[in-house]
């Protein structure tokens, strides 16, 4: 090769030299973070570099916020910093055992330098949680033996395959289970971290239950109510994400009612009544949410276990299935009606209240009594039977 045909690769090496910094750049840092539950986050930083560093920025995501939210931190320019940034736990309200990822972005010399942080459990450290896992599933409980533990696995291992029928498998994640000692105790987990209080909570993108056993001799009843209702949340948003917020109120409720492992009695109280006031709620309303007072939410949760058992009578859990599925593509309430069922969400509406309609006390008393009536109607035409010949005889 000829000296004028090196010049070209010599100008692009120059080139490239140019392009970069005389002296390589490098940070050595070394990051920390501590919490009080629901009051502060505390970052820090101690790093060092070649040149000044002259700004410096936190950032932190967890799955549900919807951004990664970014801090400029103060800093006087200097090869070595120490900084903390305090992070108001009231402000940016995370919820409860929540994985914070963090890191930190430096600039020295016009260049961002990126420190890894790491990602922990954002978790309820009032208490000294046992624990116990089988499989992907891991309780944690703060009161009470390991027999309570056992029991919520017992618990989900019967719930999830009778779920499964009716919902089908997504992206399954690990599951955990936390069991608070009392009411008030989850309650003040959820108020520190701006949530509202329902007696059990699910985080689905999280794969968190939290639920109450309150008191050992009905811990099993409470916990077969309360797991099988919030796994049946999670397990949806797992077979519809990322379209979850389109699955109607009604059916969400409706199949995670119908988990809990024995019925409510006051919910058929409040259907009957409402049934023969001719006061139900159209299942129309309740696609995108229930109603705020209490007693109409008693009456929506009454109709929406007692419309899915319906659906489920009528058409089989395959059917609820492929209603699953429809709103997993984005199908609203009345487009997977006609889609799934080839009808509309009204005329199903009307069919189920034809089904729900109460008995006559005449229709009640032969439902109740019929039975024994066809028994001892039968006991007597047997009797007469017998005694026509004896008579003949006479």
């Known amino acids: 090769m000829s000296y004028l045909q090196k010049i070209p690769a010599i100008l692009v090496l120059l080139l490239l030299l140019l392009s970069r910094p005389l002296f390589a750049q490098e940070v050595e840092a070394e990051t920390d973070v501590t919490y009080t539950f629901g009051q502060v986050m505390r970052f820090s930083l101690e790093a060092e570099g070649d040149r000044p560093i002259e700004a410096a920025f936190l950032l932190f995501n967890t799955p549900e916020l919807a951004n990664t939210y970014v801090v400029e931190v103060d800093v006087k320019p200097s090869r070595t910093i120490s900084l903390t940034h305090e992070l108001s ?64 696995l017992d618990i989900v291992a019967e719930a999830r395959p009778r779920l499964q029928t009716m919902i089908p498998a997504g992206n399954q994640v690990p599951l955990k289970i936390y069991i608070y000692p009392s009411t008030g105790d989850l309650r003040s987990a959820l108020r520190l971290t701006g949530r509202d209080w329902l007696g059990a909570n699910a985080h689905p993108q999280l794969g968190v239950l939290l639920v109450t056993a309150v008191n050992p001799r009905t811990a099993t009843f409470d ?158 035409g047997l009797m007469l039977l017998l005694l026509l010949p004896i008579r003949r005889n006479q």
Not at 107 to 123: D, L, Q
Not at 125 to 133: A, E, G, I, V
Not at 326 to 355: I, K, P, Q
């Open 223 to 380: 916990l077969g109510q309360s797991i099988p209702h919030e796994l049946a949340h999670l397990l949806l948003y797992e077979a519809t994400r990322p379209a979850y917020e389109q699955v109607p109120r009604w059916f969400e409720e409706g199949i995670a009612t119908l988990a809990e492992t024995a019925s409510n009695p006051d919910y058929d109280l409040v259907l009957e009544q409402a049934v023969l006031a001719q006061d139900t709620i159209p299942f129309a309303a309740l696609c995108e949410t229930f109603p705020a007072d209490e007693t109409s939410a008693r009456l929506a949760y009454a109709q929406s276990v007692s419309f899915i058992r319906f659906l489920q009578d009528r058409y089989g859990n395959e059917t609820l299935s492929h209603l699953v599925r429809a709103f997993g593509d984005g199908a609203g309430c009345e487009t997977a009606a006609h889609r799934v069922l080839d009808t509309s969400l009204d005329r199903l509406n009307a069919r189920w209240l034809e089904s729900v309609q109460p008995l006559s006390p005449l229709a009640r008393f032969w439902q109740a009594s019929g039975l024994w009536l066809l028994l001892l109607g039968g006991g007597f």
């Open 89 to 152: 736990l009231l402000q940016v309200q995370l919820a409860p055992f929540t994985t914070v990822t963090y890191w930190w972005e430096l600039t020295t010399a016009g260049r961002r330098e990126r420190v890894t942080g790491g990602s922990f459990t954002y978790a309820d450290d009032r208490f000294q949680w046992q624990t116990l896992t089988s499989g992907d599933v891991t309780v944690h409980w703060a009161d009470g033996d390991l027999s309570l533990g056992q029991t919520a």
